[in-house]
Antibody, heavy 117, light 109 residues
Framework: EVQLVESGGGLVQPGGSLRLACATS????????MHWARQAPGKGLVWVSR????????RYADSVKGRFTVSRDDAKNTLYLQMDNLRAEDTAVYYC??????????WGRGTLVTVSS | QSALTQPPSASGSPGQSVTISCTGT?????????VSWYQQHPGKAPKLMIY???ERPSGVPDRFSGSKSGNTASLTVSGLQAEDEADYYC?????????FGTGTTVTVL
């Protein structure tokens, strides 16, 4: 069974940093593109980033470019999102998802990030 | 990276059909046959319902169908059931990124 479990969310002050992790199981992690998306409270889904299977192709939404860094550790079957210089508007549930370059097929349950002083 | 445009709400009675539109540009929806649709119940993770415009993942009922014409994609839910009441989001590949729609709340009357 495909499983994706996000962790690392919490309360952080504006300008602070957080590192999210997405632990996966039930599939060969190293062969899949992975994505991050987020959803602010009561709002819609927003795509954040994607990384290809070998980490050589990475893309970000303009809203997080230069502040967020996606990475993967195939030995640990885990996807990461390093979030720096956080802003109030980054407050959201962050989801990781397995897919390909053009879409996402399986999603985790998400982890809540709250940016507030 | 503007969000794709969806109507805020749609509704139908049990057994009826409802169609949701998703309008983008030639840089996303119109430029690629890579439109996906997701169903999200309150407090739950999104679930893929349609990919590559009209393909259904295994396990998704054939009541769900997708299509595209120009810069607008559509999701049709036929034979509405109570469990179809949820938020629906479209998504499209857009070369250097991916983009979601604004979301549509479907109500089963």
């Amino acid at each position: 069974e495909v499983q994706l479990v996000e962790s690392g969310g919490g309360l952080v002050q504006p300008g602070g940093s957080l590192r999210l992790a997405c632990a996966t199981s039930g599939f060969t992690f190293s062969t899949y593109w992975m994505h991050w998306a987020r959803q602010a409270p009561g709002k819609g889904l927003v795509w954040v980033s994607r990384i290809n299977s070998d980490g050589s192709s990475i893309r970000y939404a303009d809203s997080v470019k230069g502040r967020f860094t996606v990475s993967r550790d195939d030995a640990k079957n885990t996807l990461y999102l390093q979030m720096d210089n956080l802003r109030a508007e980054d407050t959201a549930v962050y989801y990781c998802a397995r897919g390909n370059m053009v879409t996402t097929h399986y999603w985790g349950r998400g982890t809540l990030v709250t940016v507030s002083s | 990276q503007s969000a794709l445009t969806q109507p805020p709400s749609a509704s139908g009675s049990p057994g009826q059909s409802v169609t949701i539109s998703c309008t983008g540009t030639s840089n996303d929806v119109g430029g690629y046959n890579y439109v996906s649709w997701y169903q999200q119940h309150p407090g739950k993770a999104p679930k893929l319902m349609i990919y590559d415009v009209s393909e259904r993942p295994s396990g998704v009922p054939d009541r769900f169908s997708g299509s595209k014409s120009g810069n607008t994609a559509s999701l049709t839910v036929s034979g509405l059931q109570a469990e179809d009441e949820a938020d629906y989001y479209c998504s499209s590949y857009a070369y250097n990124n991916n983009v979601f729609g604004t979301g549509t709340t479907v109500t089963v009357l």
